[in-house]
């Protein structure tokens, strides 16, 4: 088997030089969760396979295409030939505040039906399913799809991770907890922002981490943005500082640290470790424009080790 399966909606993002409604110059790249948490672990030395549905359009062979070009495996992805492929223009109005206008309701990514992902589990044999709490906010059959995947992959072994990811622009704070819930428990790791965890587990944080323990997560990773992360397992609880950067982009930090930090579970580092990779390609996502064009290499990774800030290398 490989190493991770994980499956959700690419887009085609359109990024404007300036405010949208100036028109402007627009970059054409590829963008999705799980799709950067793809190739963030692919960049690691990871065997990955993303699955998904995309639009029989340019768009949906340029989302593949990429993938592919990073060494993500995109065998069990499904062509939709009744559905576009989902499209989302995005403007930066201040260097971390970022407008986005979506046109994916009805995309080919949203149709995502249960026997797509059943396929790629049963063919792929992953060690982890990366799920995240984006696709089941897609649609019913998405989060059909997410809640018995992840019932059917950790009764059978597999390991699974969830990004808690909280959208807002598709559903509201109280449905997503009631979808993610059930999801979370089901995870060996389970990974949200600080002002995520109260949507996957009830109380202050020690409150949400200890039920989350309790019905056998087994790490729970926590990310503060510029101030760094914290993972918390039944031996306690391990913070890191995040690494000092200029950021330029914040969007894809996440992905970046979900990838480092998974990436170090399947290296079977301890969790501080893995915390700390997690950190560090962070701090790559967040210092290069992009989703994930800035996702570390180990060589990148090896960079930031033995080096005085200022070097050149
Ligand atoms: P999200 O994109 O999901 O909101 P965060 O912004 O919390 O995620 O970023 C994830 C991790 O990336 C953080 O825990 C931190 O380690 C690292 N990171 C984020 N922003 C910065 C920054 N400005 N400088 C250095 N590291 C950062």
Redesign the pocket.
Known sequence: GIDVLTFGESMVAFRSDGPLVQGGLQTTRVAGAESNVAIGLARLGHSVAWAGRVGADPFGRLVLRELRAEGVDTTYAVVDVERPTGLMFVEQRTADLTLVEYRRTGSAGSALDPADVGAAVARTRPRLLHLTGITPALSASALECVTSVAESASAAGVLVSL?V?HRNRLWTREQAKEALTPIARRAAYVIA??DELDLVADGTEEEAVASLLAHGVVQVAV???????SVHTVAGRVD?D????T?VD????????TAGFLSGVLDGLDPGECLRR??E???F???AKGDWEGAPTRADLALLHGHRPGATV
């Open positions: 990004d990811n922002s600080d990310k503060r943005g510029p101030r760094g992360a890191v995040a690494v000092p950067v950021a914040p969007i894809g930090a996440g992905d970046a640290f997690g950190a390609a962070g701090a996502a967040v210092s």
